[in-house]
């Protein structure tokens, strides 16, 4: 397990997590969120689960039996995501953890979710090795997130990215997401789509699944 966790600065958004639920592209994510849970079985983690707002899809998935895992390291987002998943009855392994330092053992998940968190992951690139890390062989990471923009829309989020940062909860608009995804050794692509859909700045959004290679450098 990475380190990592004693050199970055504390994460605490207190009005951010207030105002989250309320923001207008939530619905927009529904049909993309029910996508990221199909068929979810064995064990699976949840990274940056935020206010619990992927809860309500994992409840009405009816699984196989599930062993479900999230992390979010902000308290107070942490907070509502125990309530969430208290009033949903859905049994949830909640810990207060960053994607850089994952506190589980090697090959520990059979899938690993990340819906709209590595905009906001302080070190994608050792978040990304942490993922692979505890992905058993043949294990899939599922990914929902919005990614830099081409032309005026891109240069319009990186003079909007300063600010953007500090009124949302430290969300990146010009973070170049899915190249560390699928330019990873251990990694392979299973699908990917680009959806030309969202609310400027926070547009486009790529779905996706990669797996961890049976063969790969982990092994």
């Given at each position: ?215 790969g450098l982990l092994e």
């Amino acid at each position: 397990m990475s380190d990592s966790n004693t050199t970055q600065s504390p994460i605490s958004h207190p009005l951010f997590a207030t105002l989250y639920d309320w923001f207008p592209q939530s619905t927009l994510f529904a049909p993309h969120r029910t996508t990221l849970v199909q068929d979810l079985s064995g064990r699976v983690l949840e990274l940056g689960c935020g206010t619990g707002d992927l809860f309500p899809f994992v409840a009405e998935t009816d699984p196989e039996p599930l062993a479900y895992h999230a992390i979010e390291p902000d308290p107070h987002m942490r907070k509502r995501a125990a309530r969430t998943a208290s009033e949903l009855s859905l049994e949830v392994d909640l810990r207060d953890a960053r994607a850089e330092s994952l506190p589980y053992p090697d090959d520990s998940f059979d899938i690993v979710l990340a819906s709209v968190v590595f905009c906001t992951i302080q070190d994608p690139d050792t978040a990304v090795e942490e993922v692979a890390r505890v992905l058993k062989p043949g294990g899939e990471f599922r990914f929902f997130e919005h990614v830099h923009a081409d032309g005026w829309r891109g240069t319009g989020q990186r003079l909007l990215n300063p600010l953007w940062e500090r009124v949302a909860g430290g969300c990146q608009l010009t973070r170049e997401t899915i190249p560390r995804f699928v330019g990873h050794d251990a990694f392979s692509v299973a699908e990917i789509e680009r959806l030309e859909f969202g609310v400027f700045p926070a547009t486009p959004f790529v779905r996706g699944t990669v797996c961890r290679r049976r063969d790969g450098l982990l092994e």
